[in-house]
């Protein structure tokens, strides 16, 4: 079982967008998948909610999966890094998936704490960082935003916003 833990530096920048995309995406793929809803308004349940039969089932604690007796290929945590149970949760990620809202700006020092937050809790940073609303017709802001990014995380922990 691996655990990927979707986390984000501020609201509403699109981590439970990618947490239920991603687990639908691997159970369309065949995985046996648990996402859990650990951000402030169990935004994913409500969303699942809506969305009807999908191959993933919506758990609110890890201690539900790690007793599940059904085994599962991946769990999902859509997680707010402010949840009382992230320092227990973090350092049993296999991987974290930090997500950065581009229209909102890139503020370093968010960034930072962040960074320093996962470093302390699990031993490392963010394993990749998604950038979200990329609005292509204004490449050159972009750039700038995405550039800054490339400078905290490096380029090789960078998602490409552009499909390839």
């Not at 991603?22 to 648990?34: E, F, S, V």
């Not at 292509?136 to 380029?155: A, I, M, T």
Request: glycine content about 8%; proline content about 5%; overall charge negative.
């Amino acid at each position: 079982m691996k655990i990927m833990v979707i986390t984000s530096v501020q609201p509403q920048a699109g981590k439970t967008t990618l947490a239920v995309n991603l687990a639908m995406g691997l159970g369309g793929k065949g995985y046996d998948c648990i996402l859990i809803d650990m951000g402030k308004e169990l935004e994913a349940q409500q969303w699942l909610g809506r969305v009807g039969l999908i191959p993933c089932g919506s758990f609110s604690a890890l201690e539900q999966v790690q007793t599940n007796p059904v085994p599962v290929d991946f769990v999902i945590v859509d997680l707010d890094l402010v949840h009382t149970d992230a320092v227990q949760i973090l350092p049993l990620a296999h991987a974290v998936w930090l997500v950065v809202n581009l229209e909102d700006g890139v503020n370093s020092e968010s960034l930072h704490n962040c960074d320093k937050r996962l470093k302390a809790t699990r031993g490392a940073g963010a394993d990749v960082v998604v950038p979200y609303q990329v609005n292509l017709r204004e490449w050159q802001n972009n750039e700038r935003k995405l550039l800054s990014l490339v400078d905290y995380f490096g380029e090789e922990r960078i998602a490409s916003p552009v499909p390839g």
